[in-house]
DNA sequence: CTTCCACAGGAACCAGCGGACC
DNA sequence: GGTCCGCTGGTTCCTGTGGAAG
């Protein structure tokens, strides 16, 4: 069979087993529902707290914060749609921007797509800062209206960039002759108000909602009343539900994690033309859904840290792991830079590059005092050594390296015996 | 008690890039 | 066309550090 028909064989079994999902966009991160259980409060306070800019008037800031998949911001874009569909239907002069700060990444895309919320073309770069923000500032007052600036995951931006961009936001209504702005924040760091310049925090708490994480009742709920829509009629029972919420929960009641293992099930079980969803197949969705992830996060390095990776890899799988410090990595590191034929960056480099290898979580690191024989960094692979050695086999300009030993590990062998 | 190792990690700075402004 | 700007991805220089060895 040639690989066309191969496709074509692939597309129709799709089209014919469509006797899984229904609907699997309901399964998706970004789908706001039409209702959001367990979350009554939370909407209800926000509702009350937003009500006052259907009347002109400006709202409080509001400071949101609760940990990942504890429905912040579905609530928030719940709240804010009912709230600009209001708007319209009163002639009320309100304008709503959602921007996800860590999607963003800097200040300047932030404001700029603030400008863009308020109809100002700003250049994606080029302008000063302070330039973007008089733009924003000049837009904003060009028309009389409440604009709501909602700003999720700002507590990414802040610990990276610093709290400027709040500071300006927060004193923003000082300057507006005719409009008002008000600022929601979305933090997943719950200690995310430490980081912040006390007049930054004072002006942008004046309320503050709290996201308790699910537990695993009231994840249950939630994954019944999706997969209510997501799937056909009995494809889906209570026991894998059951399973999927223990597990979520287990996490840190963390919905969207729930949400995740559900679809990758299901998607498992319409590859492999099931007609029920089981136990079994969440727990093959929990290990195709770490596995996609680490490999996705090998794929996507630097080729330095990718050899930086492979360093640790090196030094793990032999059988001298107390080596495993940065000094020793660092060597083997520069060793296999020499064969690939490109120049090492610095060691104090490397040593960021281990730190951001540790926080996206492929090793686990541990500062150690060895008194006489110095401070150093043990570095171990937090994941399975099989992905990494499966994921650089791929990588032309690692495959090379695979095949053969570096001289640096043998000098470590001896010196350890 | 002092010394000293082998780094950790902060701060300042730099180069190159794409782009706006005058 | 020169100048300014922000961003990325580095380098250089530096101070700090806990505990074994002397």
Do not use: W
Request: proline share 3%; charged share 25%.
């Amino acid at each position: 069979m040639n690989s066309s028909d191969v496709l074509s064989g692939v597309f129709e079994s799709i089209l014919r087993t469509n006797h899984v999902f229904r609907n699997r966009e309901v399964l998706r991160h970004d789908y706001v529902p039409e209702t959001l259980p367990h979350r009554e409060e939370q909407v209800r306070l926000l509702g009350e707290m937003v009500a006052p800019v259907l009347k002109g008037e400006r709202c409080s800031n509001i400071f949101v914060y609760g940990k990942t998949g504890t429905g912040k911001t579905a609530a928030m874009k719940y709240v804010l749609s009912k709230l600009s569909e209001k708007a319209q239907e009163f002639n009320a002069p309100v304008k709503v921007c959602f921007v996800n700060c860590r999607m963003a990444g800097t200040e300047y895309r932030v404001f700029s797509l603030l400008c863009d919320a308020v109809g100002v073309h700003v250049p994606f770069t080029g302008l000063a800062l302070g330039e973007v923000f008089d733009r924003f500032k000049r837009g904003l007052d060009s028309h009389r209206h409440v604009f709501i600036a909602v700003l999720d995951e700002v507590d990414a931006l802040v610990k990276q960039r610093g709290d400027v961009l709040l500071y300006e936001l927060t004193r923003v209504n000082e300057t507006l002759s005719r409009s008002g702005a008000a600022l929601v924040g979305i933090s997943n760091d719950l200690r995310f108000k430490e980081f912040l310049d006390p007049r930054v925090l004072s002006s942008l708490s004046e309320e503050e909602v709290v996201f308790k994480p699910y537990d695993a009742s009231e994840l249950e709920d939630i994954l019944l009343d999706r997969a209510k829509m997501a799937f056909h009629e009995n494809v889906v029972s209570e026991g894998p539900i059951r399973l999927c919420a223990a597990l979520a929960a287990a996490e840190h009641g963390d919905a969207r994690r729930a949400l995740d293992l559900l679809r990758v099930a299901g998607e498992l079980a319409e590859r492999e033309g099931a007609f029920k969803l089981g136990e079994l197949h969440i727990r093959h969705a929990e290990k195709r859904i770490e596995h996609d992830r680490v490999a996705e996060a090998l794929r996507n390095l630097p080729f330095h840290s990718k050899l930086v990776l492979f360093s640790v890899y090196l030094l793990c799988r032999s059988q001298v792991q107390q080596l495993s410090v940065t000094g020793n990595i660092y060597e083997l590191y520069c060793e296999l830079c020499a064969q690939s034929g490109i120049s090492p960056l610095t060691q104090r480099r490397v040593s960021g590059l281990i730190n951001e290898l540790d926080v996206i979580g492929l090793v686990n690191t541990q500062v150690v005092n060895m008194g006489r024989y110095g401070r150093t960094k043990k570095i171990r692979l937090s994941i399975a050594p099989k992905v990494v050695m499966d994921t650089f086999a791929v990588d032309n300009r690692l495959s090379r390296l695979l095949t053969h030993s570096p001289k640096q590990l043998t000098d470590f062998s001896t010196l350890a015996h």
